[in-house]
């Protein structure tokens, strides 16, 4: 219950992966219409984590009940279950290795943690893959020296399990493999007979998992393709990340993960402190996943999203000595109260303008204009959801950001080529009347550049929607929507537009 309010309560935009590598995919899948990226012209992407949604677009649409609203909640929703799961999983791994009590403590950190609120319900193949570590991680044949007391060496079926779902994860995220691999040559190092564990568990399961990607990529792509290879390929060997921002190889010590466990660092350090020797496989894992994700130009924080359920056990590990006693209730505390703020203000206002805009794009039956209706977002690269979240066969268009494939000298992307000179694009590129959009979505901060467009061709603003208190100059602190007005058959009698259609906030 708490994950599908945790659902609810989201309401904002983090990364454009959450819309265009997992819905807006599975909505092309089933309704023949959207946009797919260049990372799946490529191959880079594999099918399995947007075919989930696919699937409950179309049960919905043999339902009828394929409404806008639903299809843009319905995933959500789905992702907020698996998240419980999740969250269920990390008690349950705690509870393994650090004992009942702290178990309890850690699965309230892991509820009360910011981050993992902002991102436990976005469809993102991030969320999916620590999901699907934290399950795997419960069923991991840890050395008995790490188990809390009562607990059982083996768990039934434990190691293909485990392997189940590792496998699972990898096929969601290949970077899964950076946690995985080692633990895996871990398990085989301790395990008497390697030969045996290799043929009846790995190999069987390694294959089966390889076996299902492939063929559900085959299907989907309509050509055989091996998608892990081509994300090491892109990635490592030519980095092509770097092409949407490098950082320093310490960004992960200074900023990441201070970031991304915030406050929770405190019961973090503690539990560092008291249990550093029985757990120090943790930290040695998570050592080596910052150290890998360090060695790659292009840093985010949620490439490191899979060390919480580490970090939340070891904080476990602080709790289970101090239950029962003052200072767990007020560590507890302190967490709600430097955490919750933050969650809520990054859930439901902070980055929120750009769904608002789709969401009302979506409201605006654009589909029943008579004329055809365009539009154009004039925004950085991918900044709004798109047929996703609008629902509607019209014709849309957004600044493009492909990275320079095909090695052409003085490559320029075309988003940095229009905010170089915003009027003369969209002079070059919409002269003609004939040509022009009837909406034009773009942020305040553009207003000013494009204001002599905006007039020469009759555009009104018709609506605008909050979007954050922290601009920058491609980013305002508003998005605005702009129509031709020039339309007799669509206008009001007001100025804004027929059939409930777009009018001015």
């Not at 436990?120 to 840890?142: H, K, V």
Request: proline share 6%; charged share 15%; net charge positive.
């Amino acid at each position: 219950m708490f994950r599908w309010l945790n659902s609810f309560l989201v309401q904002t935009f983090y990364v454009p992966d959450e819309y265009w590598q997992s819905v807006e995919v599975a909505h092309k899948m089933v309704y023949g219409y959207g946009h797919l990226t260049w990372e799946w012209k490529k191959g880079l992407r594999g099918y399995t984590y947007p075919a989930m949604f696919a699937a409950v677009h179309k049960l919905l649409a043999v339902l009828k009940l394929d409404f806008g609203p639903v299809l843009v909640v319905t995933p959500r929703v789905m992702q907020a279950t698996f998240s419980a799961f999740g969250d269920l999983f990390v008690y349950r791994f705690t509870r393994r290795l650090v004992g009942v009590h702290g178990a309890a403590w850690a699965l309230m950190c892991q509820i009360c943690s910011w981050f993992i609120f902002y991102t436990a319900t976005r469809t993102l193949s991030n969320t999916m893959e620590t999901i699907l570590t934290s399950f795997a991680l419960y069923y991991y044949p840890w050395p008995e020296a790490m188990l809390a007391k009562g607990q059982p060496k083996f768990l039934p079926r434990g190691t293909k399990l485990y392997l189940f779902y590792a496998s699972l994860a990898c096929i969601m995220r290949p970077t899964a493999g950076i946690v995985w691999l080692p633990l895996m040559l871990w398990h085989l190092v301790r395990t008497n007979n390697k030969v045996m564990t290799v043929i009846k568990d790995y190999i069987p399961i390694g294959l089966l998992a390889l076996l299902w990607s492939m063929c559900i990529d085959r299907i989907c792509y309509g050509k055989w393709v091996f998608v892990p290879y081509n994300f090491v390929h892109f990635n490592v060997f030519h980095d092509i990340g770097a092409f949407y921002g490098s950082h320093p190889f310490y960004w992960y010590l200074t900023q990441g993960v201070p970031v991304v466990m915030a406050t929770h660092m405190v019961p973090f350090l503690l539990g560092v402190k008291v249990s550093w020797r029985r757990l120090k496989p943790l930290l040695i894992l998570m050592a080596w996943i910052i150290a890998v994700y360090s060695c790659l130009s292009h840093k985010e924080f949620r490439f490191i999203l899979p060390i919480m359920p580490l970090a939340i056990c070891i904080c476990g590990a602080f709790f289970q000595l101090v239950h029962g006693s003052s200072r767990a209730t007020w560590t507890v505390a302190f967490l709600v109260v430097t955490n919750l703020p933050v969650a809520l203000y990054t859930g439901m206002l902070h980055q929120r303008g750009t769904l608002d805009v789709t969401m009302h794009l979506q409201m605006s039956q654009l589909e029943l204009e008579t004329k055809g209706p365009s539009v154009l977002f004039l925004m950085p690269c991918h900044s709004t959801p798109y047929y996703s979240h609008v629902h509607q066969n019209v014709t849309m268009r957004f600044l493009g950001c492909e990275p320079n494939l095909r090695n052409r000298s003085n490559y320029r992307e075309e988003a940095e080529t229009f905010y170089d000179a915003p009027g003369k694009w969209l002079q070059r590129e919409y002269g003609s009347k004939t040509k022009q959009p009837s909406y034009l979505v773009f942020f305040n901060t553009l207003q000013p550049k494009i204001g002599g467009y905006l007039k020469r061709n009759v555009y009104e603003k018709v609506a605008s929607f909050f979007h954050t208190h922290f601009p920058t100059e491609r980013v305002g602190k508003h998005v605005y929507v702009f129509a031709k007005v020039n339309m007799p058959d669509m206008m009001g009698p007001e100025g804004g537009l027929h059939n409930g259609r777009i009018r001015g906030m």
